[in-house]
């Protein structure tokens, strides 16, 4: 194994776990912060677990009055995003069908792998952690992503994007075995130096004696580590080392090492995303994290109630005898103690009247300012709003509560939007080299859209290969029969295309395939996650006109002109396809020669193709 300098590949694995769990960061003069304290914590309050100790120093128990879960629910539901929220939109009408194409593929995709249930958890850890690192990998012809345990990820704490990352696995031998790739000799001689699984500072997790560390390196690292020649120490090139070491029985600094796996990588599988990035942190920190502070404050609170509590249930008596000097009630005197004292000295009781009333007001101006903290109103907390607050002012209470969760919101999106470009797409095309069919169920108005397209440009096709048998046979076509073949075609492909089902195929062209179809798809095409990319209230003005239109002179699409403008603003404005809309056709004359079809659609594979001109 080359070096770097005086450090190889184990010596960098070593520095970054112990920079981990010992290391501070300062970002400015007054604020410093430690990531694997700040992951540790969150963990912690999230489980209803004090750092301190579940008792306090007399050994009573401390209450854990949890705010922070019901603040991190609801950034789980106000930020949610779903699979179904995800489509591709053309940004030209001759795009139409390309992305419609293009939105089944993805939807397919994301059924396959689970990428519904991948959302979930990528939100879970957004709305807990405030960031969240995902893993693509190709493994077996599949892309598949997770979403990776903050505990078991060893980062640099300011820079995630420039540095090496490490994920720290515990594997049991039959895993280690069934790792095609490893270096089965290595993992024998591992096998033999079986250890407990433990977390990232050193706690053991379990009383399992088989589960081997393996620390899984990928980053831009020297080539030297590759290929073990000094010359490439200055070359650097995206990598990937599965290694383990352990201390040598003999000496606390010297290790037995194991290189597993190495290897060259095209890209980094680790994606970072955050909901509210914060400028120099990879760690952001979420709902929770906002609330340490005022976690602590409301516990504290909770506990000198309790001990108050206590307290006041206790019968205390005090004396002036000097038998009792130096004796502490609040620990020795419980109910029916019986004291003995000297003859004519007093006992009286010690009035106890704790000031709960004032405690309880201290705990909920904390639990206000924790609202307050995390953007959550009043009525997003299940609260019911004073008395005689209007409904009005609720609702705009409520919605400017939204305001920051829609831009959290928008950051998923975005970063959905960076999956999709950055692992997902160039998995996905290069998978559809490949003319086979598809079978899709899809919604009653994308049944519509796939049928206008499909109904007329099948006709054309169909009669005019009637037309040529006719020909070729040497009789007479007649042309006032075509209105009557043209009209009992289309219900005749119309009754054949009945459910919710369609069969796509990529092109008449039996070579054809889904990545010619789709070629530049994702410079040509738009990925809408969260509808950012429209203008809401600009649509809804715009469709409204065009409603206004309608209605008045309905007869108006029969002009082309007056027809292909109207497509443009409905293409434009978004919300809604031009598709979708069932237009009033004038009955037109069949062209002679048939265009070429863009891709076939229904039971018996027809073409999808824009109308002929």
Known sequence: MSTYGDKTIYDLVREMESSDKNGETTSSRYVSFNLRED??????????????????????????????MAARNI???????????????????????????????????MKKTAFGRFLNDWGLTLSTHGSAITKFIEKDGELHCQVMDWNNMIIDPVDFENNPKIEKI????????????????????LIEALTVRKTTDGQQKDNK?????????HGELPLSYLTGKDKDDDTFVQQIHVLSFQACKDSTDKYDEYSL?????????????????????????????????????????????KDQLDLASKIVFQTSDGAFVGQNVLTNIENGDILNHKQNEPLTRLAGSPDIVAMQSFKADWQNISLQINGISEAMAGQNAPSGSAWRQTQALLQESHSLFELMTENKGLAIIEMLTKYVIPYFKKQLNTTEEISTI????????????????????????????????????????????????EQELKSSLTGNQRFIKPS??????????????????????????????????????????????????????????????????????????????????????????????GRQQMPITNQPK
């Open 75 to 109: 950034w789980y539901r106000a930020t949610d995003i779903d699979r179904k929220n995800i489509v591709i939109r053309a940004t030209k009408a001759s795009d139409e069908v390309k992305a419609f194409l293009a939105t089944i593929l993805l939807q397919q995709w």
């Open 261 to 305: 796996y190495s290897g060259k990588e095209n890209k980094d599988p680790y994606l970072l995303s955050h909901l509210i990035k914060k400028e120099g942190q990879s760690y952001a920190g979420g709902s929770v994290k906002n609330l340490f502070e005022a976690q602590w404050m409301v516990n504290h609170s909770e506990k000198m109630i």
């Open 442 to 489: 899809l919604e009653d108005y994308q049944i519509k859209q796939i049928d206008t397209r499909f109904i007329p440009n099948t006709v054309i096709r169909i009669m005019n290969e009637k037309k040529k048998k006719i020909i070729l046979s040497g009789q007479v076509y007649d042309p006032m029969t075509e209105e009557g073949e043209v009209a009992k075609t």
């Open 170 to 189: 515990w594997m049991t031998p039959a895993q280690l075995k069934q790792r095609e790739g490893y270096d089965q000799e290595l993992v024998d001689k």
């Open 39 to 68: 992951i540790n914590k969150t963990d912690a309050y999230i489980n209803s677990k004090h750092i301190s100790g579940e008792t306090d120093y007399l050994g009573r128990e401390k209450p854990f009055f949890n705010i922070v």
């Open 209 to 217: 004696a088989d589960y081997i560390p393996i620390y899984e390196i």
């Open 508 to 601: 008449e062209i039996e070579s054809k395939t889904w990545k010619e179809v789709l070629k530049d798809s994702e410079w040509e095409l738009d990925i809408d996650v969260t509808g950012e990319a429209r203008d809401t209230q600009a649509a809804l003005s715009t469709l409204t006109t065009v409603l206004q239109t309608l209605t008045t002179n309905p007869a108006v699409l029969q002009d082309p002109n007056v027809k292909l403008i109207f497509s443009k603003i409905l293409g434009l404005a978004g919300g809604i396809s031009p598709l979708e809309i069932q237009s009033i056709q004038q009955a037109q004359p069949v062209p002679q020669m048939p265009q070429m079809a863009n891709a076939m659609v």
